[in-house]
């Protein structure tokens, strides 16, 4: 699996053709740190849903800002997680993913903004992450790799554009699972994933009005 910032993520796209998604699952065997990690998750997740309410607001509290065992601080910034989500007044929102796969980019005191990559398709995942390669903290890939982001250095960079509709705000107090904080080895792998969860809306439906939030903006 290629990764680096000479190494373009769109070839890689390429490479696996127009059933991008199929091909990934087939070779599941590859990125099995990864889905494993996942399932766990989401299987965590089930179980704190399924809670009652007071029950399941203290343990959200208490893991809330935990990512891996580490306290949720600017150092995550750049980095690429993975987490259950039941925005704040869901009822209101034209749709929402329950299953994130972002980079922050800002933090606040209760919550983060961050770029959730599910609200692309393939192909603007692909170009977009060959942009923000470019922005990576060392030459070599490694687990300590993270990206040197702001949402200032995003809007202000055209070939960051893509950028623009995934950009949502996190509140710690509404995250339903512990953050899996995902290996820069593993990038690609995450990015290729069919791992959205798309609430009220399909995932096609999301695609579409993000490219018209793309294409207007430029």
Known sequence: ???????????????????????????????????????????????????PIKQDTA????????????????QMIGRMLFYNYLPKGKDKLPYYDIYPLIFPIKLYPDGFLGINFHYLPLNLRASLMDALYTLVNSKDIDEKTRLKISYEILRDAGRFAAFKPCVKRYLYGYVKSRFLLISPLEWDAALMLPLAQFKKQSQQKVWEDSRRIINKRR
């Open 1 to 51: 699996m290629p990764s680096g910032p000479t190494l373009k993520f769109s070839k890689l796209l390429q490479k696996l053709g127009d059933d991008a998604e199929a091909r990934i699952r087939a070779k599941k065997k590859s990125f099995g740190w990864f889905l494993q990690r996942a399932r766990i998750l989401r299987n965590e997740a089930r179980a704190v849903n399924s809670l």
């Open 59 to 74: 343990l959200r509290t208490e893991k809330a800002m935990m990512v891996q065992g580490s306290t949720f601080t600017q």
